[in-house]
């Protein structure tokens, strides 16, 4: 195969890869009604004068399907958290017992879970855009080169299309085991 129509399908490829990483990332912060630490991923705090992230100056942990606890490594630090964790707007309350900072995840409703499966959906599908973008670079990349029969274009443009069904189905994949997880009661 011509090494240019390889660099396209890999950078293609590439390409489709790094939208499933990035729905993968998407998913991980939108919660199921199981407690994890990643509920706090986008928590920062004030620490000497600057935004940090709470994972930075805390241990978090889930002792529980329904409790996230957050262990200031610095006693002092146990306002500033509590505060940071009401500014992020997350819909926790967090409880301040002068050690640590306990917040019970409150079951979903089922009106909060249909939210969720919905913003599931839309990252899905902004996935998807990222992966017919690539695939309409490629396309494009491949009918610029002059060098090459229109046989093995045709032929690059099918793979092209091969890697893109197979990335779409996996996006698809990733929604329905999410969907499923988020509508589990």
């Given amino acids: 195969m011509n090494e240019d129509i390889q660099f396209i399908l890999d950078t293609a ?3 489709m890869t790094n939208a499933i990483k990035h729905l993968e990332k998407e998913f991980v912060n939108i919660r199921a009604g199981k407690a994890t630490p990643a509920m706090l ?15 930075q100056v ?4 889930t002792p529980d399907g329904r409790t996230i606890t957050v262990q200031p490594w610095e006693k002092s630090m146990l306002q ?7 500014i992020a707007n997350l819909g926790f309350n967090p409880m301040n017992n002068g050690e640590s900072i306990i917040i019970n995840v409150p079951p979903l409703t089922e009106e ?3 939210e969720l499966a919905k913003q599931a959906k839309a990252e899905a599908e902004d ?4 992966v017919r973008n690539a695939r309409k670079d490629a396309n494009n990349d491949i009918k610029k080169l002059d060098d090459v029969s229109e046989d093995v274009q045709s ?5 092209v299309q091969t890697i893109t069904d197979n990335h779409i189905k996996k996006i698809d994949d990733l929604f329905h085991i999410k969907e499923k997880e988020i509508m589990t009661v």
């Fill in 13 to 15: 490829k590439e390409a």
């Fill in 155 to 159: 032929n690059a443009e099918m793979d």
């Fill in 127 to 130: 996935a998807k855009i990222g």
């Fill in 80 to 86: 500033e958290i509590e505060r940071a964790i009401m």
């Fill in 58 to 61: 805390a241990n978090v942990n």
């Fill in 112 to 114: 909060r879970r249909r």
């Fill in 41 to 55: 991923g986008s928590v920062m705090v004030e620490y000497y004068g600057s935004q940090t992230p709470l994972t």
